[in-house]
């Protein structure tokens, strides 16, 4: 007999259920799905990344089919479905950044860090991440360090914000 999935309660200390129910909270009584977003975000801000353990766990807290709660967390980049870095680089290279070098942005980072694009750096430190689109057009080429924009992209920023990561 197949041992029982582990409970979000189980997976997520107490602080992190507490955020899960107050998003739940902001929404009308049987509509807690909404707060789908945000319980992945927790989750992934308390583990690192999204575990097939974690997203079912959260589909059963929020009473909702799981291939849902998988559907959202495939759909944005934000969420990162296997392990990633102490830092997470997101280069947008959609089209108003590709205009203005998004190209030149990734070969930079990509000498300098020894990796491509879907990779971590051997000591685990950074991934660096593809995004479609992280809505800074105005200030193209742009990246997302930890949640951190960075925009007006030139090698000498790239290097100042690198020389700036947390080991």
């Not at 990344?49 to 766990?57: A, C, D, R």
């Not at 491509?116 to 689109?133: A, F, H, N």
């Not at 809505?135 to 924009?149: F, H, I, R, T």
């Amino acid at each position: 007999m197949a041992k029982p999935e582990p409970c979000l309660t189980e997976l997520l200390p107490q602080e992190a259920i507490a955020s899960i129910d107050h998003w739940i909270s902001k929404y009308p009584p049987g509509r807690q799905q909404s707060a789908v977003m945000a319980a992945l975000t927790i989750a992934q801000d308390h583990h690192g990344w999204l575990t097939e353990k974690l997203m079912n766990g959260i589909a059963d807290y929020l009473k909702m089919p799981r291939i849902a709660v998988y559907e959202v967390a495939s759909f944005y980049s934000m969420y990162h479905l296997e392990p990633v870095g102490k830092h997470v680089i997101s280069v947008c290279t959609n089209v108003s950044c590709m205009l203005c070098g998004s190209d030149s942005v990734v070969e930079h980072l990509s000498k300098r860090l020894g990796v491509k694009l879907g990779q971590t750096t051997s000591d685990s430190l950074i991934t660096l991440k593809e995004v479609e689109c992280l809505g800074a057009c105005g200030g193209a080429p742009m990246l997302e360090v930890d949640k951190q924009y960075h925009e007006n992209l030139t090698e000498q920023k790239i290097d100042e914000i690198l020389a700036g990561l947390e080991k």
